[in-house]
């Protein structure tokens, strides 16, 4: 019987911190965050950008629905499902190489390394953009859920033992980092067209609230990202962005929650609150 009850809630369930937070319109944010943190790798970008055609609005606009999907899919779905869209995914990556711009010698996108990078940039852009909002979130539950994300590096083809399981370990392993990273043409050019970002004609009128967004999304990057894109690192933008983050937030409260979150975050609140009920 549990296990069928994990069958159908998937990767998390009922009581997870993954499905308190996630649904959340502000973490809109969090996911484009990810996406510049991400291009500091230069394997993850030079990954992406040799085998997407990223100035091409149609085929950018279908790679960010296939990435939304991905993660809804994930974060929601049921196991099979899960593991549907993630053999996709890892089938992909499997046949997938990209070249080194420094050295000339080719790599795999599907290599440890950089899966576990985009990973991370994933799971600390959410919870980062989360807690600065003003989502009730204690510090256990913060370590909650980078371990409950283990089961998403899964997903990818990672080993969950070799995926941080804590926010002091997500800190530890991007100071390791650091050194290895750097904003190359590709980033730089990836944070510019985030400011007038290519779309299909009958979203044009959202190129207006680009450079607002990219502002917001730029000035939520730590410091020392910043400053690799040759930006400055100025706490007080750090301030001006949680300003900006809480005021979003409290805002999306005064939406209906049946406009607020998506058909599958409303599910999992509900089974959320009739496990609590059941407990209680």
Known sequence: MQNDAAR??????????????????????????ALLLQALHPHSMWGTAQNSALMDPEAAWARLGRTIEFVGVRTWGDLEEVERVGRRVRKLHSKLSGIDQRTGEAFRVDDPENLLWVHLGEVDSYLDVARRSGLPLSRQECDRFVDEQRRAAEVVGLDPA??????????????AMRPHLYACHEARESLRRLFNPPVPMPYTPLKLAAPSLAVL???????????????????????????????????????????RYPPEARRAHELTREALSHAA
């Open 8 to 33: 159908d809630h998937g990767l998390f369930g009922p009581g997870s911190v993954t499905w308190r937070i996630m649904g959340e319109p502000v973490l809109v944010v969090g996911g484009l965050r």
């Open 162 to 175: 070799d995926v941080p399981a804590s926010v002091g370990e997500m800190r530890d392993y991007y100071r």
């Open 217 to 259: 999304v730029v000035s939520t990057l730590p410091r020392w990202a910043r400053r690799m894109y040759g930006l400055p690192g100025l706490p007080t933008s750090d301030l001006a962005a949680t300003a900006t983050l809480k005021t979003l937030y409290r805002a999306s409260r005064l939406v209906p929650s049946s406009l």
